[in-house]
Each structure stands twice: as structure tokens, then as C-alpha cells.
């Protein structure tokens, strides 16, 4: 079965940097649109960023663009998730997700078939 499976999470301080992880399992990875999520307490699921199957093309959203940046590494059917200028407003439990045969740059939810189980990111002030 499909697995994600995050880690890297963890509490920083405002101004410093965090390296997300997502392995990938079960799937054709290299063949998958990949995506970053975050939730907030009481907030719907927000997208972050997307990269193509490939690691090509990146997609992020206005509000980590410049600070965070994805990559992708097809050997080791991992993707990551640089953040770095963290402030309190990127706290949030961060998911990836994968859209197998997609060879675009999904930007919602509903785009993507497979979910990790999420890996909270608390930014203090």
C-alpha cells in the first residue's frame, strides 16, 4: 500500500529554518506530482508549494514564496521541504500528498490521492 510518511518537524524559533522530509512508498514516485499542505488549528488544509514529477517545475503559494523552497529526489523517492524565515504564522501541522500520473503542479486538495499522516511545525515569536 501507498505510505508518506513526514518527518522534520519541530519547534523553532521566529527567524530560523526547518527541513521537511516525505518518503515515499508504494507508489510510482517518479511519476507523481508531490505537494506540501499545512493546517492550522481551526483553519481548512492550505496548499504550500507542488513540484512536477520530475523536480522541473515548482509551484508555491504567495505566502511562502521566497522563504520556502521544494525539491525532490526520484532515487531515494523522497521530497523536501526547505522553510526557512520562519515566522509564528507558518505554525501548522505540514502533510505531503501525492498525485500519481499527474504531470502538472496541483494546487488543491482534491488533486492529490495519498496523504502522509502530517509533522507539526510550531514557530514561537
Known amino acids: 500500500q501507498v505510505q508518506l510518511v513526514e518527518s522534520g518537524g519541530g519547534l523553532v524559533q521566529a527567524g530560523g529554518s526547518l527541513r521537511l522530509s516525505c518518503a515515499a512508498s508504494?507508489?510510482?514516485?517518479?511519476?507523481?506530482?508531490m505537494g506540501w499542505f499545512r493546517q492550522a488549528p481551526g483553519k481548512e488544509r492550505e496548499f504550500v508549494t507542488a513540484?512536477?514529477?520530475?523536480?522541473?517545475?515548482?509551484y508555491y503559494a504567495d505566502s511562502v514564496k521566497g522563504r520556502f523552497t521544494i525539491s525532490r529526489d526520484n532515487a531515494k523517492n523522497t521530497v523536501y521541504l526547505q522553510m526557512n524565515t520562519l515566522n509564528p504564522e507558518d505554525t501548522a501541522d505540514y502533510y505531503c500528498?501525492?498525485?500519481?500520473?499527474?504531470?502538472?503542479?496541483?494546487?488543491?486538495?482534491?488533486?492529490?490521492?495519498?496523504w502522509g499522516q502530517g509533522t507539526q511545525v510550531t514557530v514561537s515569536s
Open positions: 508504494g507508489l510510482s514516485f517518479s511519476s507523481s506530482a
Open positions: 513540484i512536477s514529477w520530475s523536480g522541473t517545475y515548482t
Open positions: 500528498a501525492a498525485a500519481p500520473r499527474n504531470y502538472g503542479l496541483p494546487n488543491t486538495t482534491t488533486s492529490y490521492n495519498y
